[in-house]
Every structure is written in C-alpha cells, then in structure tokens.
C-alpha cells in the first residue's frame, strides 16, 4: 500500500484547503482511507475516515461541518476539504489506510485513532497564518 498526501500550503485564517491523498496496491473494495494531523508537541489526532468500498464516513467532532472527506474513483484519491481554517488548524497532515469489512459507526471511530490504520504516508504541511 502506497500512500501520498498533497495539497498543504500557506493558507490566512478563515481560508480552504483541500488536501488529497493518492493511494494505490490496495483493493478499492475493502479499504477504509483516513486523515490525521499532528501539531508540534501534540499527538497525532484523527480527522475524518473514508470507506472506499460504501462510502460510509466518520468525523472527529473538532472537524464535523468544517472539513469534509470524500473519493474520486478515476483519479484514486480520497481528498480532504478544509474550510473556515484557524491557527490551531496549523499541522502536519496525513493519510493513512487500513483494509477493514466492517464499517458501522463504532467500528469507523475505533479506525480513526493512530493504532487503528495500518499504513501511512508522508505528510503534508499545512499552516494558517493570521
């Protein structure tokens, strides 16, 4: 599993960004893609999760109506769109994968933390300035 974020940058508070995440050698049918962030001295904090094979989704509640996660089949991304972005929105942004069948609520929440997703990539700075 190959995974490769993009899209971070210098963006003004209240600004978007929209991230993408670039995965291939996994099966499209029985993956779940998610993005997570880590701020200097912070730990690593799941954002939203994806899953490629229903589309189910599960936000962190810091996110929820602000960032919105979603696939592009033809170009195999998941992307993260980001909005209303604020200083503490500032971090190092990563997509991670983990093959999971199983996609209810509970089992999307219990993914959305470090030790639940297998594979990493590289990270994407991204930072707000005001």
């Known amino acids: 599993v190959q995974l490769q974020a993009s899209g971070g940058g210098l963006v003004q508070t209240g600004g978007s960004l929209r991230l993408s995440c670039a995965a291939s050698?996994?099966?499209?049918?029985?993956?779940?893609i998610g993005w997570f962030r880590q701020a200097p001295g912070k730990e690593r904090e799941g954002l939203a999760c994806?899953?490629?094979?229903?589309?189910?989704?599960h936000y962190a509640d810091s996110v929820k109506g602000r960032f919105t996660i979603s696939s592009d089949s033809a170009k195999n991304t998941v992307d993260l769109q980001m909005k209303n972005l604020t200083l503490e929105d500032t971090a190092v942004y990563y997509c991670a994968a983990v093959e999971a069948r199983l996609t209810t609520p509970q089992a999307m929440a219990v993914m959305l933390t470090p030790h639940g997703m297998d594979d990493w990539g590289k990270g994407t700075q991204v930072t707000v300035s005001s």
């Open positions: 050698g996994l099966s499209f049918d029985a993956y779940v």
């Open positions: 994806l899953s490629l094979s229903n589309g189910n989704t």
